[in-house]
């Protein structure tokens, strides 16, 4: 999906779910990385996420991304 010309609607589904969320008041902060088409990762937190459970929660999101690249990779 990096080089298509559409958007993808898995993360547009995913990003609504998040600010549906954020405007409910569930999501008191954010840290994200996201991948544009030209394939450089961007990056961003609020003041608000910079704490040990983000971090933590980082952690577990790049064991998930790890396991889904080695099981790419192994197809």
Request: aromatic letters at 2%; hydrophobic letters at 50%.
């Amino acid at each position: 999906m990096l080089n298509s010309p559409h958007a993808d609607p898995q993360t547009i589904q995913q990003l609504e779910h998040m600010l549906n969320l954020a405007r409910a008041g569930k999501i008191t902060g954010i840290a994200m990385v996201a991948l544009p088409r030209d394939g450089a990762p961007v990056f961003g937190a609020s003041n608000s996420a910079v704490n040990a459970a983000t971090i933590g929660g980082m952690d577990m999101l790049k064991a998930r991304l790890v396991d889904a690249a080695n099981q790419h990779a192994g197809a």
